[in-house]
């Protein structure tokens, strides 16, 4: 088997070189990706790889390396179901302890030797005369029978196009690629952008910096962080009686699940809001600056963030909370939209990712050519968050709608890998070559989610989020429950696919037809 994955391509019959082919082609390695390679290979499906642009496994987990970076879902529920850590050293992760689990997950499982790292796909292209995708990578070219695009929303960093920004003579860097090598002590640093990055990282350097200018242009809302630290007699109950790991995992679930009526019920609305601005106020005294960081929106319109540290960093006298935008920068300063100018060392980016302009969808054709990012044309959709009508045998994990503004997203990517895993086993039972959407079905669904989101404080709330896309949709998150989702998933239903049989069973048909 070694030796076979080891083979980046086939010798051709006319001398030259073929595209290694396989059965199924997983793109990326984080959570998405490793699920669905690991229940392959728990299904005995061997014959798939694994593009990984990187030169290790983790996605998110392994490029965000910046300091305070921790996750905002309990540990317990925030990994695999099928694979818990009973080890795991606070209620909720970090950053290096997360990626540890997913580093751990790939050789545990025996996925690492499928795995093609320092491999980004370059453009995927769907074979109509093949039936097959033809996939181009940074390391060679290959076909694939199965298109699994694994990389998740939260992987491509967003730099806002800020006027001067090419002409600044000074260091910047957005926080998923932190800059380890630069020396933050003493330094005059302005971080743009407060969102979940940024919450988490103000606090660690603004007891370096000289000076921090944190450019804000809404503020969240944030309540209090009930991280601590496991018992080390919890790791040995969790060894020893998996069942009791279970049980805590199920009862987070659960729990997490009934915040759902404080997001979907504005009657609910008070009680969230009023927690929240009890933090604030016990956090922050000064009145001028408490007011900057009330928000004017209904909680859960924007993400909601959890720290006990964010709060008191603001109120340091090396601290200043900039409300007014940012007009431009300049060689060693930044101006704001008052005309302020600031003088800045450091430029600090924590302005999050392409979720709804996902690159991705620029190197992906369907049939005909069609670029997924021109089907969408600014509002992505899928069905169910998994296939999309003229991209046959292509599934997507974590695609559009299956954002979470609750609970952990792993508990989507188990769904939609379930949900995958049925229909390869559709695909191979009735020999059927190719499958795909019909475009009714997904029309019908994604008018339905788009229903149910109106009266949701995500869509009503009364504020500018990453959950909308450029026409002002909500094509991130889903509407309501994970259990929903999870039910919708459990079976392939191919009466809303178009199948195609496999040549050879179009053969049979027609020689059965012929000889009657």
Request: hydrophobic share 40%; charged share 20%; aromatic share 10%.
């Amino acid at each position: 088997m070694l030796q076979q994955l080891d083979r980046e391509s086939e010798t051709a019959g006319d001398g030259g070189t073929a595209p290694r082919h396989f059965d199924v082609a997983v793109i990326g390695t984080g959570f998405a990706g490793l699920g669905m390679a690991i229940r392959m290979k728990q299904e005995g499906m061997d014959d798939f790889v694994v593009f990984e642009r990187a030169a290790e496994v983790g996605g998110t987990w392994r490029d965000n390396t910046y300091p305070g970076c921790q996750c905002d879902v309990p540990s317990h529920l925030y990994s695999f179901s099928f694979a818990p850590n009973p080890n795991w050293s606070r209620a909720f992760s970090r950053q290096p302890e997360i990626w540890d689990y997913l580093k751990d997950c790939a050789r545990r499982f025996g996925i690492t030797p499928h795995i093609r790292f320092n491999h980004a796909v370059n453009m995927a292209s769907w074979d109509e005369t093949e039936h097959h995708w033809r996939i181009e990578t940074a390391g060679g070219d290959f076909t694939a029978r199965v298109l699994v695009a694994g990389m998740g929303g939260l992987s491509e960093p967003s730099i806002p196009p800020l006027a001067g920004l090419d002409r600044f003579k000074g260091t910047h860097f957005h926080s998923a690629t932190w800059n380890h090598d630069h020396d933050l002590r003493g330094k005059r640093v302005a971080v743009i952008g407060t969102g979940a990055s940024s919450i988490q990282f103000v606090p660690r350097i603004q007891r370096q910096v000289g000076e921090l200018k944190l450019y804000q242009r809404t503020p969240p809302w944030i309540m209090p962080h009930r991280d601590k630290r496991l018992e080390s007699w919890k790791h040995s109950l969790y060894q020893r009686f998996p069942a009791a790991q279970r049980l805590v995992r199920n009862a987070i679930y659960w729990g997490r699940e009934g915040f759902i009526p404080f997001f979907t019920n504005p009657r609910l609305a008070g009680v969230p809001r009023a927690i929240a601005l009890k933090h604030l106020e016990s956090q922050v005294s000064d009145p001028e600056l408490r007011a900057k960081l009330t928000p004017s929106y209904q909680v859960g319109c924007k993400r909601i963030l959890i720290s006990n540290d964010y709060y008191p960093a603001l109120a340091k006298p090396n601290v200043e909370v900039v409300t007014d935008g940012v007009k431009e920068i300049r060689e060693h300063s930044i101006v704001s939209t008052d005309g302020t100018e600031r003088e800045i060392d450091t430029i600090i980016f924590g302005t999050g990712f392409h979720v709804t302009d996902s690159p991705f969808a620029q190197r992906i054709r369907g049939r005909n050519g069609l670029l997924l990012s021109e089907l969408y044309a600014g509002s992505p959709q899928a069905y169910r968050g998994t296939t999309v009508a003229g991209f046959p045998n292509a599934f997507m994990l974590l695609g559009p709608n299956t954002g979470l503004g609750h609970t952990s997203v792993v508990v989507m990517i188990e769904a939609q890998v379930r949900y995958v895993l049925d229909a390869l086993r559709f695909m191979r039972r009735q020999a059927v070559a190719t499958v795909d959407i019909r475009e009714e079905a997904q029309v019908a669904f994604n008018a339905g989610v788009q229903e149910d989101l109106k009266t949701t404080v995500w869509n009503a709330g009364g504020c500018a989020s990453w959950y909308l896309d450029q026409n002002g949709k909500n094509t991130t998150l889903w509407p309501t429950y994970t259990w929903k989702y999870r039910r919708l998933m459990r079976r392939f239903d191919p009466a809303q696919y178009e199948a195609q049989p496999s040549s050879r069973t179009a053969a049979a048909v027609n020689a059965r037809v012929a000889h009657a």
